[in-house]
């Protein structure tokens, strides 16, 4: 998925997105390596939103799409 995503950024922009510093995925090891270095506590509410969003990889998984993307909204406090 990550290289079709790519190509398909390579394509529309005329250059690959590994040139620009970013990062693909903030996963946990690498969160929590940023908080370990910068006293950190990250804080990531789950607000709900409804049944039928709850339902949404479910629907996809039923009807053979792809499973819809997670947006996480998290904000970190800094400990002193």
């Not at 690959?16 to 090891?29: G, M, T, W």
């Amino acid at each position: 998925m990550l290289a079709e995503q790519k190509g398909n950024f390579c394509r529309q922009f005329g250059f690959a997105s590994d040139r620009l510093f970013s990062k693909d995925h903030l996963i946990p090891e690498i969160l929590s390596n940023v908080a370990r270095r910068l006293s950190l506590t990250w804080n990531l509410p789950k607000p709900w939103c409804g049944a039928s969003w709850a339902l949404r990889r479910l629907k996809a998984w039923a009807l053979r799409r792809c499973q819809p993307s997670k947006f996480h909204l998290l904000w970190a406090k800094v400990e002193r």
